[in-house]
């Protein structure tokens, strides 16, 4: 029987969420075309992380467990990549569209000589010989493309957010079978890992928030985004997102920055303060549940993609809005 395999990531020691994303995408794939889902975890002392994915599918679960496999090595990993695939009929890899997907994912696709298709957003799939069709951006994010796989088989990275639901399948009670998978990793690896180091913002996620308040360079500076934006997030138990500019012009660190060149984003929920709506933020942010977009020009584009369009000045609104939010929080 044929199969999607899902090549899974860890940060320290624990599944990463879009791991159960992935196992979602690859449930759809595998219904559509008859093939049973095989995910591989690949680590040391792994086994309760394997056991969380097996609770959560209704599939396989390959151990791969090693001491030097603890940190990732191109090496290694390709290695135990190539051992699951060797015990698998993979008609397509998936991997998370991160630093690991974006080194490996490419490298397996030439070595079986399947097609690969990074960053995609969004999966559709019919049943029988219908061809899975991928979504994905192209040009900085200005424009979108839909492409097949033309033999049917494919590996492919995926944006966070992708799944419909952000936290992938529910625990099941028919749940996976874990495996220990047999692999040999080479003796002499030309690279070795050194350390890893905190990127300033670390720990800021925009992809797992519910609701996000954005601002844009019509905020004015730091000082007033301080004052205006901060105050609203913490209204609305929100995560604070930026555009470009705000993080080119040193507000707030890049790791707050929505668009395709920062996070992609799919909230319930999302605030515009100030943003014109370059295609570069509306790539990041446009699949939003709900948008509300909040700017004194009444041409700005990011009102195509608004669901609530205010036009007026925000320095005005903001503020009223806070504290009605706050009025209200407090029974008032």
């Known amino acids: 029987m044929a199969a999607v395999l899902v090549i899974t990531e860890l940060v320290a020691g624990k599944l990463r969420d879009e791991s159960f994303e992935l196992v979602a995408l690859a449930e759809r794939l595998a219904v559509a075309h008859g093939d049973e889902v095989v995910s591989l975890v690949i680590g040391a002392g792994i086994s309760a992380a394997g056991q969380t994915l097996a609770k959560r599918t209704s599939g396989r679960v390959l151990l791969a467990d090693d001491s030097r496999l603890g940190d990732y090595g191109l090496e290694n990993y390709r290695a135990v990549a190539r051992a699951a695939l060797e015990r698998v009929d993979a008609r397509f890899v998936l991997m998370s569209a991160t630093p690991i997907g974006w080194d490996l994912a490419p490298r397996l696709a030439a070595g079986l000589d399947v097609a690969y298709i990074g960053s995609a957003t969004a999966l559709e799939c019919g049943g029988g010989d219908a061809k899975a069709v991928f979504t994905r951006r192209v040009f900085g994010g200005k424009l979108e493309t839909r492409v097949a796989a033309p033999a049917g088989r494919a590996v492919v990275t995926f944006d966070g957010g992708a799944a419909s639901a952000t936290q ?60 205006v934006i901060v105050p609203l997030a913490d209204a609305l138990g929100a995560a604070v997102g930026a555009s470009r500019p705000v993080v080119d012009a040193g507000w707030l660190p890049r790791a707050h920055q929505v668009g395709s060149s920062g996070q992609v984003v799919k909230p319930k929920l999302y605030v515009a303060c100030g943003i014109s709506g370059a295609v570069q933020h509306l790539a990041g942010m446009k699949n939003a549940q709900y948008i509300v977009a909040i700017n004194r020009d009444a041409r700005a584009p990011i009102y195509q993609v608004a669901d609530l369009g205010v036009v007026a000045d925000l320095h005005e609104i903001l503020p009223a809005l806070t504290q009605a939010l706050s009025k209200r929080a407090a029974g008032g």
């Open 168 to 227: 992938g399948p529910a625990q099941r009670s028919d749940g996976g079978v874990v495996e220990e998978l047999s692999f040999s990793l080479p003796s002499l690896a030309r690279a070795r890992f050194v350390e890893r180091r905190s990127s300033d913002g670390a720990g800021v996620d925009l992809t797992k928030a519910d609701v996000i308040v954005s601002g844009g360079r019509g905020v004015g500076d730091a000082a007033k985004f301080a004052e």
